[in-house]
């Protein structure tokens, strides 16, 4: 499938005289993926910003265009893209697995490293997202940091039985239909091997963190209980007042923002 990336400007990108937005499209297992770099006057840090579940990389109320937008003006690069079957990337959402989300994002800090040439990366992840990098950094002398917006390492194990599955004759697979996206049983099963194994990668994390929760989230309750007596020294913890899961006030957007943009200005 070729793309025609010029063509596929969703976020309709606003040109900023201090800053530059350029759009990007890497090849990982013969499909595009297609991201946005926003860069700022300097190049110092970089921020590879790595979304929940089904997310797009505008994000819920375009909190991802309004974060990269905040944090170019300030002095730090942002990248954004759609993991392989979601949003502009190539690919279907019933082939996507968490393995498959940890090997985009390899691509993207890959491509930060040897083409960007970028040696201060942090990996931000929001909901299940941070799932998905807090097994890279330690892969990565180049990542010196994780931001994490609301983690849901580990699901509540609550099945309120409203999403029953469908089985997809085309595809002959069992598909659920998640926020619009069908995703696969493999899907889940890759859930449950990446939680089997998430707390021993936050066990041996050795960088600093920021963790900004929701003070009404309950989508992170079992994740909070899983970590409550496992925050080291390197671990900074922020809250948002009244916030919920997706952070979705706008005052809630300006706390994210600045809180993470203190915390990278102040990391040594």
């Not at 600093?208 to 929760?213: A, F, R, Y």
Request: aromatic share 10%; proline share 2%.
């Amino acid at each position: 499938m070729n793309t025609n990336y010029s063509q596929l400007i969703s976020d309709q990108i606003n040109s900023n005289p201090n800053n530059k937005e350029s759009l990007f499209q890497l090849s990982v297992e013969g499909e595009n993926i297609l991201g946005i770099h926003h860069q700022a006057a300097t190049k110092d840090k970089l921020i590879i910003f790595c979304g929940g579940i089904n997310a797009q990389r505008c994000d819920l109320n375009r909190i991802g265009v309004k974060f990269s937008r905040a944090m170019a003006s300030k002095g730090i690069s942002v990248i954004r893209f759609d993991y392989r079957g979601l949003g502009v990337s190539e690919g279907f959402s019933w082939n996507m697995t968490i393995e498959s989300k940890i090997k985009d994002i390899k691509a993207i800090v890959n491509y930060a490293i040897n083409t960007l040439q970028f040696k201060e990366i942090y990996l931000l992840g929001f909901s299940d997202g941070a799932r998905n990098i807090v097994g890279l950094a330690s892969d990565y002398p180049e990542v010196k940091g994780l931001v994490l917006w609301n983690p849901a390492l580990i699901y509540n194990q609550v099945n309120n039985g409203e999403n029953k599955p469908i089985l997809d004759k085309k595809t002959k697979k069992i598909l659920w239909t998640v926020n619009g996206n069908y995703l696969s049983s493999e899907f889940y099963r890759s859930v449950q091997r990446a939680e089997n194994r998430v707390l021993d990668e936050w066990y041996s994390l050795n960088k600093p963190v920021l963790i900004i929760w929701g003070e009404k989230d309950v989508t992170t309750i079992t994740t909070r209980e899983k970590l409550k007596d496992n925050f080291k020294d390197s671990v900074t913890q922020k809250t948002v007042l009244d916030g919920r899961h997706l952070f979705c006030k706008k005052k809630d957007h300006l706390f994210l923002i600045e809180e993470t943009f203190n915390w990278l200005s102040n990391i040594s």
